[in-house]
């Protein structure tokens, strides 16, 4: 198999996994519960949607490891491959009715991503990259922005959720940058933001404190585009800025 098989098979994954989501969606009666604190919820969608896809990748892939978020790692020491996976990466939102939320599923092969998909049930919108073979839309190809004029950018950030007791929190550089843009959104999946970012629909993108299941298929999606990732701290797990090289060169100076 080639990566891009592999791409494909992620890509009907998520397609089972989020028409599963969406008997869920807006549902009266959906259950949740909290994780680490009250910011921080689960719900039962997030579960079906990984059982999907754990089962899917098992089934196929039986020797493969497996990285998920809400049932950790099962791995294999005699495995290259890696799956990476977010069943549900914007469960605020999706609990809330909101329709931004997607699946994540990368690849990693001896610790690089190679195949990663992106696909926002809701939206009907399924993106999809390979190392090598580019990002895609839809099945249409898809580029980072080239925007470098910082007062007509549109970026996209997040708020960690240690944010009240932490103070790496985020607020200074929101206010810091909103001044100085056009705009700027808080989406509320990571997954999408960098997909976004990938599609030329944010310019710049940040967040800090991420964890790999969130970003791993949308930094491949981003740099497939045509674009960059920067790791923009050593002590706070995934911190990342994305853009094209034009637009960073242009941002990069806000963020501390
Ligand atoms: C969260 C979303 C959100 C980001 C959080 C993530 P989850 O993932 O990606 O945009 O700001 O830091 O944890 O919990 O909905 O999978
Ligand atoms: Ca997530
Ligand atoms: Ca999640």
Same mark, same amino acid.
């Given at each position: ?22 008997? /869920? ?19 039962e ?45 914007g ?8 329709p ?19 696909y ?6 399924m993106?999809?990259? /390979? ?29 960690? /959720?240690?944010?009240?007791?932490h103070?790496?929190?985020n607020l200074?550089?929101? +206010? ?14 990571? +997954? &999408?933001?960098?997909? /976004? ?6 310019? +710049? ?22 674009? &960059? ?28």
């Amino acid at each position: 198999m080639n990566y891009h098989d592999y791409m494909t098979a992620a890509v009907q994954w998520a397609e089972s996994a989020g028409m599963e989501t969406l008997k /869920y969606f807006r549902s009266s009666n959906l259950r949740s519960v909290t994780k680490q604190n009250d910011f921080d919820v689960l719900t039962e969608a997030d579960k079906a949607s990984e059982r999907i896809i754990i089962e899917s990748i098992r089934s196929t892939f039986p020797d493969h490891s497996i990285l998920s978020e809400e049932s950790g790692e099962s791995s294999n020491p005699d495995s290259d491959w890696l799956w990476v996976i977010d069943p549900l990466d914007g469960t605020t939102n999706f609990k809330q009715g909101l329709p931004v939320y997607s699946i994540s599923i990368a690849l990693q092969y001896r610790g690089e991503t190679v195949a990663g998909v992106v696909y926002a049930p809701y939206l009907g919108e399924m993106f999809s990259a /390979y190392k090598g073979g580019g990002a895609y839309l839809n099945n249409h190809p898809i580029h980072c922005g080239r925007n470098g004029r910082l007062s007509t950018m549109v970026t996209a950030t997040g708020m960690p /959720y240690d944010r009240a007791v932490h103070p790496d929190n985020n607020l200074g550089n929101i +206010a810091r940058v909103s001044t100085q843009v056009r705009g700027i959104r808080r989406m509320g999946s990571a +997954a &999408i933001d960098l997909a /976004y970012t990938a599609a030329g629909y944010f310019d +710049a993108y940040w967040e800090l404190n991420l964890n790999l299941w969130d970003v791993a298929a949308g930094i491949l999606l981003v740099t497939e585009a045509g674009g &960059i990732v920067e790791s923009i701290r050593t002590d706070r797990n995934h911190s990342v800025m994305a853009g094209s090289r034009e637009s960073l060169d242009a941002f990069r100076h806000l963020i501390e």
